[in-house]
Nanobody
Framework: QLMESGGGLVQPGGSLRLSCVTS????????MSWLRQAPGKGVEWLSR????????HYADSVKGRFTISRDNAKNTLFLQLNNLKTEDTAMYYC??????????????????WGRGTQVTVSS
């Protein structure tokens, strides 16, 4: 089970920190991902992280602004969102990919998918 939190309304240029608390599997033995879906658009893969914080990958659209991290002792995944733009408005999801190297945006390529947390960037 995956449960996201930390979303909200923020002004352009602002920051948020999203959390994803996990249960039901060995979190420390799982690659994890963040994805988002903006209103009226398809799902976009954002980032993935390896078993610890040493291996991370990002989509070009968020590279340099978003930072993925994890706390294996707390079974929790994070996504730090900085310098937010209006186009970052979306529902944000954490997910457990079937393939470690996946950058897929298809739900069927993930073993588990959270219910999402809404991020709205507006002045």
């Amino acid at each position: 089970q995956l449960m996201e939190s930390g979303g909200g309304l923020v002004q352009p240029g602002g920051s948020l920190r999203l959390s994803c608390v996990t249960s039901g599997f060995d979190f420390g033995d799982a690659y994890m991902s963040w994805l988002r879906q903006a209103p009226g658009k398809g799902v976009e893969w954002l980032s993935r992280i390896g078993y610890d914080n040493s291996v991370t990958h990002y989509a070009d659209s968020v590279k340099g602004r978003f930072t993925i991290s994890r706390d294996n002792a707390k079974n929790t995944l994070f996504l730090q969102l900085n310098n937010l733009k209006t186009e970052d408005t979306a529902m944000y999801y954490c997910a457990k990919p079937i393939s470690r190297s996946s950058t897929s945006a298809r739900r069927e390529d993930y073993r588990a998918w959270g219910r999402g947390t809404q991020v709205t960037v507006s002045s």
